[in-house]
């Protein structure tokens, strides 16, 4: 059974950065596009950024667009989130997607809470 943990999230003031990780286990990482979503209290689950097995495409939600940033190292088996110029709208529930490309299995893990505040 697959798992992924988050880590990374914290409080950081308006303007900070923050990187997030997301380690995956139990299946095999470089087959699976990962991507980033998060929700707000009260809001619905929203994609932040996504990225396919091999790097070669990302995609980004229109909100982040030139401020976030995904990346992988297959060889960690770890997806990254690194946010720059964070803005209180940023607070979240920060969590990290698994899904394959051949059965469309997917895995979610737990969350990282994100809290933008000065």
């Known amino acids: 059974q697959g798992q992924l943990v988050e880590s990374g999230g914290g409080l950081v003031q308006p303007g900070g950065s923050l990187r997030l990780s997301c380690t995956g286990s139990?299946?095999?990482?470089?087959?699976?596009?990962m991507s980033w979503y998060r929700q707000a209290p009260g809001k619905e689950r929203e994609l932040v950024a996504a990225?396919?097995?091999?790097?070669?495409?990302?995609n980004y939600g229109d909100s982040v667009q030139g401020r976030f940033s995904i990346s992988r190292d297959n060889r960690k088996n770890t997806v990254y989130l690194q946010m720059r110029n964070l803005e209180p709208e940023d607070t979240a529930m920060y969590y990290c997607?698994?899904?394959?490309?051949?059965?469309?299995?997917?895995?979610w893990g737990q969350g990282t809470q994100v809290t933008v505040s000065s």
């Open positions: 990225i396919t097995q091999n790097s070669s495409t990302r």
């Open positions: 139990g299946f095999t990482f470089n087959m699976y596009a």
């Open positions: 997607k698994a899904r394959s490309t051949y059965t469309d299995v997917i895995y």
